[in-house]
Nanobody, 115 residues
Framework: QVQLVESGGGLVQPGGSLRLSCAAS????????MSWYRQAPGKERELVAL???????KYADSVKGRFTISRDNAKNMVYLQMNSLKPEDTAAYYC?????????WGQGTQVTVSS
């Protein structure tokens, strides 16, 4: 059974940091491209960051230089280190695993940036 379980969300002040984690199971994690998406109320879900099975990375322009995606294939984990958080980063953050036509999603974790 495929599972993606996100954790690490919460309430943080502007300028603060959070580290999101996504624990994967039920599939061959190391060959999948892993990504983080986010969805704010009333907005479409958008790609935040992606890491390929070869550790290539891609970031949304809005988070470049502030967020870092990483993966640990030995632990079947993917992480999103978020620094210098802004109120506009407030959203539900989702982990996604993708391989050609297959994709799996986690249930999401809420990040709220507010003073």
């Amino acid at each position: 059974q495929v599972q993606l379980v996100e954790s690490g969300g919460g309430l943080v002040q502007p300028g603060g940091s959070l580290r999101l984690s996504c624990a994967a199971s039920g599939f061959t994690f190391s060959i999948y491209t892993m990504s983080w998406y986010r969805q704010a109320p009333g907005k479409e879900r958008e790609l935040v960051a992606l890491i390929s099975n070869g550790d290539g990375t891609k970031y949304a322009d809005s988070v470049k230089g502030r967020f870092t995606i990483s993966r640990d294939n030995a632990k079947n984990m993917v992480y999103l280190q978020m620094n210098s958080l802004k109120p506009e980063d407030t959203a539900a953050y989702y982990c996604k695993a993708a391989l050609v036509l297959k994709s799996y999603w986690g249930q999401g974790t809420q990040v709220t940036v507010s003073s």
